[in-house]
């Protein structure tokens, strides 16, 4: 963790720390666990973390919820499962709070997700995107979701080699984390489900920094696309691993392709090779460009505002549910969630009615955008394949 990093967790756990110890018995808690300090991906969870300090401090300032104050009680789960399982049980049955935020790392959520559930205690994710968080595991479901969902990613990312008529043969590579493991499971089923059969499908580590085997096989193989699911590190390793044998397939990737650490190892140059999709470019709405504008002096990774807006829009549904519920008791906040009355006017979108007892993601597929990098910048991208693509090319 570098000088930077380290000041930024410090500052971000020690003002939530400060928050909420002061007039304990007014204050409704709400929680963040997630990566702060581990993974390629904590500088998501940083982010993720301002944006929730800022939608507080809004809400605090028009006069809180039910009369009394909010507070976050933040947890780094250091990227590691077992940890981040123990902050959700300190969290829960020893801060007490109404509500978890987070966390950074799909495979975390995964982990504990039985704990919501069982303890009747609303879990609203805003960074980690892996498809199954949300699924109902056959009881009452306290899953949610703000942010995107890797199966829609894949869909579109489908959708773009099967449109495109350059594309003759298409390959997989992915880590062989949690992440990547989930990200490769739709690949297959929704790759089967179109009729995209890959010629060769590939693995490399989360620390890999060569993968040059990997990809003399996709050439071999004749591969002219590959659709990558990996952190945004190891596919800056990729891309490098691609220069070092001269061989540059169109590259479709998740969206960690939009994270400094994908920019900052791939260098300018070959940051600009992989398409993805974000939800938030450099074409930024007035809401989003003035809640950037309150937060980029403070956020390490600039790249990362995206996950500050989803942290923000999950605090402020979360808010709304508890007003709606005039109660903290995790059933009735649950019920609220699943059909809220007013729109919440959130920095992604105003969200009407966004969850239901079926559906738990409030995001979706039209909320994504096209992206790359160009020149340093996380741009918009279009080619006649994104023209020609219609929402239903997205259904999973």
């Known amino acids: 963790m570098t000088p930077k990093y380290a000041a930024l967790k410090a500052a971000l756990l020690g003002s939530a720390l400060t928050v909420s110890t002061v007039g304990y018995a007014q204050e409704i808690k709400i929680g963040f666990n997630g990566d702060l300090s581990a993974s390629p991906s904590a500088q998501s969870g940083q982010a993720g973390v301002l944006g929730i300090q800022a939608a507080i401090e809004d809400i605090n300032a028009a006069g809180g919820v039910l009369g009394r104050k909010l507070a976050l009680v933040v947890r780094d789960d250091l990227s590691q499962p077992p940890k981040s399982i123990q902050n959700m049980s300190d969290l829960i049955d020893n801060e007490k709070v109404v509500a978890v935020l987070g966390p950074t790392n799909s495979g975390n959520a995964l982990a504990w997700k039985h704990i919501p559930n069982q303890k009747k205690n609303p879990s609203i994710g805003c960074i980690g995107s892996a498809t199954d968080i949300t699924k109902s595991a056959g009881s009452d479901n306290y899953m949610y979701r703000v942010s995107m969902v890797d199966r829609a990613q894949v ?164 808010a709304a549910a508890i007003k709606q519920a005039g109660s903290t008791e995790g059933a009735k906040m649950r019920e609220a969630l699943e059909n809220l009355q007013a729109p919440v006017e959130g920095i992604m979108k105003t969200y009407s009615k966004p969850f239901s007892a079926t559906e738990h993601e409030a995001l979706t597929a039209s909320d994504y955008r096209w992206t790359h990098w160009k020149d340093g910048k996380l741009v918009s991208y279009s080619d006649d394949v994104v023209k020609a693509l219609k929402p239903s090319d997205f259904t999973q």
Not at 169 to 182: A, F, M, N, R
Not at 215 to 235: E, H, R, S
């Open 155 to 318: 869909a579109g990312l489908i959708a773009y080699a099967k449109n495109n008529a350059s594309t003759k043969k298409v390959g997989y590579l992915v880590e062989t984390t949690g992440y990547g493991q989930g990200g490769l499971k739709d690949l297959q089923e929704l790759g089967d489900a179109k009729g995209l059969k890959p010629v060769a499908t590939e693995k490399f580590g989360v620390n890999d920094t060569d993968m040059t085997s990997q990809l003399n096989k996709m050439k071999a193989a004749g591969v002219d696309t590959v659709l990558v699911w990996a952190q945004g590190t190891p596919i800056g390793q990729l891309v490098r691993s691609m220069e070092k044998i001269n061989y540059f397939p169109v590259t479709l990737t998740s969206w960690s392709s939009d994270n400094a650490s994908f920019f900052d190892t791939a260098g300018k140059t070959l940051a600009e090779k992989p398409i993805f999709m974000r939800t938030i470019t450099e074409d930024r709405t007035p809401k989003q460009q003035q809640l950037y504008d309150r937060l980029a002096p403070k956020m390490a990774s600039k790249s990362a505002f995206s996950f500050a807006a989803h942290c923000y829009d999950a605090t402020m549904i979360t």
